[in-house]
């Protein structure tokens, strides 16, 4: 079998079979198949897509390249959740005691935040003492005994898929909803759960910008979920506005306590008991009703909270920061931003949720798929704000190394929408075309440089860094108070090794984040 021949097929649009996808990505991570043929696949599926047995073949294959994780001596109540990310989810710290709280088996393994979001890892890590290392004996052990523990993914879990999506991140390939689909799945096909709920976000501040494009996505894992034996549903979520209403790993944490002792904001609320909702009805093939009920219970009568605490108490977090939030760090510095002309600062969420199953004791239709159930919630449209009126305050919503992500991130957005705007513009000459496809991979690759620069450091000891690359300098921002000459020159030396900029244009500025 040729590599050459598996990008000709993909290439003419025709079906590989399981073997040559097996092939490809068995090739790619050993490294036998260079990036440049994985490169010209990847860009032949983005073109012709992949067939739904195409891309059930891949999901497998890639969850098979590494390590995963097998749930089965705890039946067939065990689940998991996902969302493709927003500013503001912290949805997980919600629902994961919520449902564990009503007897299901959580048993979870999350990752760290892409770009400006913190990950769920880096919500729970900002609670003092909370782990999310265990080894594979405390990890089973916890979830036996209090049905509930998420932890990191392990550095072996689906490494092709690891390889593949950094290879589509600088070729311009990421956003095709197969590969997309395939490679969110393949990740909770190897944590083992047997059934699976997914958030799929829309809006300006996801990925899936229209409700369509959601649509596609959440169909496609559904179908593959349901092709590697486990019960799903996939949720269609607004993302036009940052969910809740603080931003930032310990600001999250604080929110998601309030949610779970019954207040908070409304559209977090809605979204993580609808959530919830969803994963009881499919862990105990109940109906959806009855499922809302139980969620609906457990956070009137302090059940959830309960589990909360008990959960946080046995990976080692300070249940006394539960109790009293106000031990959690503040942000030292605040800023208000004011409006300078009437507008409105939040959409209505939760109108026009979608939910999409495709359990099989609840199929109805053949393919799998439920009619569209609206979900609207009940609340009010937002008020507008008039000039001079403070929008957001910082220091009570968004912490300042968050805000300067936000910033970073805002404007490679802006960068990459006008450029696949300009490529996917049939008016525009090839040279153009080209041309905005030779920015997008510097984007990209741009991108790329700054989070392996910010990890590196990260694995060094600083902790909370943001590397930005512009105009040919970096600006590196680092929670510190002061920083020694050793630690200027370590920084410098990293940054200049990642980024392939000199010395010179490279700034370091440290400043303080918390009290």
Known sequence: MRMYDIIKNKRDNKELTKEEIEFFVKGYTDGSI??????????????????????AALTLAMAESGDTVDLSIFGDKTVDKHSTGGVGDKTTLIV???????????????????????????????????????????FFEQVKNISISVVGQTGNLTPADKKLYSLRDVTATV????????????????????????????????????????????????KIGKNNGRNMAAIITDMNTPLGKNIGNSLEVIEAI?????????????????????????????????AEDLVNDAIKSGK???????????????????????????AQ??????????????????????????????????????????????????????????VLTGGTTISSIVAVKLKREQ?????KSSLMEIINNTGISEVQKQDAINKLLEVNSISQKEAEAEL??????????????????????????????????????????????????????????NN
């Open 34 to 55: 260079p990036d440049y043929q994985a490169s010209a696949l990847t860009m032949a599926i983005f073109f012709n897509g992949m067939t739904e047995k195409e891309t």
């Open 258 to 290: 309030e949610i779970l002792k019954g207040n908070g904001a409304e559209d977090l609320k809605f979204v993580a008991s609808a959530l919830a909702t969803q994963i009881v009805a499919l862990s105990k093939n109940i109906p959806v009703t009855e």
């Open 175 to 222: 956003d095709s909803i197969p590969l997309i689909a395939s490679s969110i799945m393949s990740k909770k096909i190897a944590a083992g759960a047997k059934n699976i709920v997914l958030d799929v976000k829309c809006g300006s501040g996801a990925f899936m910008k229209t409700p369509e494009e959601a649509r596609a996505l959440a169909e496609e894992m559904v």
């Open 96 to 138: 994961a005691p919520i449902v564990a709280s009503v007897g299901c088996i959580i048993a979870k393994m999350s990752g760290r935040g892409l770009g400006h979001t913190g990950g769920t890892v880096d919500k729970l890590e900002a609670i003092e003492g909370f782990n999310t290392s265990l080894t594979n004996k405390e």
């Open 456 to 513: 590196l450091l990260e694995a060094k000891g600083f902790t909370d860094v943001v590397v930005s690359i512009t105009d040919g300098s970096v600006d590196v921002v680092v929670n510190a108070a002061s920083l020694s000459d050793a630690d200027r020159a370590q920084i410098e030396d990293i940054v200049k090794r990642k980024t392939e900029i000199s010395a010179d244009k490279i700034i370091i500025m440290p400043f303080v984040e």
């Open 411 to 415: 404007s490679k957005s802006l960068q």
């Open 304 to 330: 959830a909270f309960e589990k909360f605490k008990e959960w946080i108490s046995h990976q080692g977090g300070n249940e006394n920061w539960i109790e009293n939030p106000d031990l959690f760090p503040k």
């Open 333 to 390: 510095y605040k800023e208000d931003i004011f409006a300078e002309n009437q507008a409105v600062s939040s959409a209505q969420k939760g109108e026009g949720t979608e939910v999409l199953q495709g359990s099989e004791e609840n199929m109805q239709n053949s393919d799998g798929l439920i009619d569209i159930e609206s979900m609207d919630s009940e609340i009010e449209d937002a008020d507008s704000n008039v000039p001079g009126e403070a």
